[in-house]
């Protein structure tokens, strides 16, 4: 399979602007850069346009939303390939219960892909499971974690310059959340669906392994993530902060997005994915 984590194809890109770069970064970059000073420096860095994932989160969480309303046994949800590589491995007899819908980046992937045909997608990304979806993904052509990102600014020495230059195109807020444990199930609108007991949050990979292992039976939706504390905990981002001190991150963000004034034409309005299939062959 292709590696799309290859620095030697993109920082050439990068930097000669050859070829249109568009930037999707996953929500939790909070934990590792500033917003919104880091817009400025990826453009800094040369790309073209920069956007996050919060729109595909919007999206996916409507297909979720669908799928809970008619479903009787356990769902698991699936954003995070971390959980989908696991239950495959590990847990064959509950690969059925895995929802078929993109993760986040592939939604996202797809709205850009529509929307920007001519631009390289790439995804900014705080863990290597991630990097292994996006080799599987053809909405994705290449991906940078956190530490890599770090790295180019320095060697490039793009510093933080100016702090009032938003995301580019489909900007949401309340999904902001989504790289928090129980992110999904809180943005998803499932407490209508389902009781509180039938809802679990668990992060943590050993965790989750210790409720497959016996799962309770009432339980019908799992809403769960690799890395302790969800993907602020993902492996390339910083080891400098706690789990709390990243969440207060995210909360904070997502607080400042809610009062932020987004013009109509960069707001991820549903009507943007209209006419895409979020599932498919990614990685199910
Ligand atoms: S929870 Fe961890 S492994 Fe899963 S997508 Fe997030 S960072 Fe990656």
Known sequence: MID?????EIEPKLRAK???????VAPSFVSDFEYPCIVQ???DLGFDKITELTFGAKMINREYHKILKKSKGLVIASPCPGIVTTVKNKYPQHAK???????????????????????????ISPCDFKKTE?????????????????????????????????????????TKIYPLSGGLGKTAHIKGLLKKDEIVIIDGIKNV?????????????????????GCIGGPHTSKKLTIAQKRKKVLTYLKGAKSEDIPENRKGLIKKGSGIKFSGKCWF
């Open 41 to 43: 420096k990826l453009y």
């Open 209 to 229: 392994v210790k409720f497959l292992d016996n799962p309770d039976p009432k339980v019908r939706f799992l809403d769960c993530l690799f890395c302790i504390g």
């Open 97 to 123: 219960n895995l929802i078929k819908v993109d993760s986040p980046m592939v939604a996202m992937g797809k709205v850009c892909r529509k929307y920007y045909p001519k631009h390289k997608i790439v995804f």
């Open 18 to 24: 050859t070829v249109k770069l568009l930037a999707m």
């Open 4 to 8: 799309k984590n290859n620095l030697s």
């Open 134 to 174: 996006s080799n599987a993904c053809p909405f994705v052509d290449y991906v940078i974690d956190y530490e890599q990102l770090i790295v180019l600014f320095k060697k490039y020495k793009i510093k933080k310059r100016k702090c009032d230059v938003l995301f580019d195109k489909f900007y949401n807020d309340y």
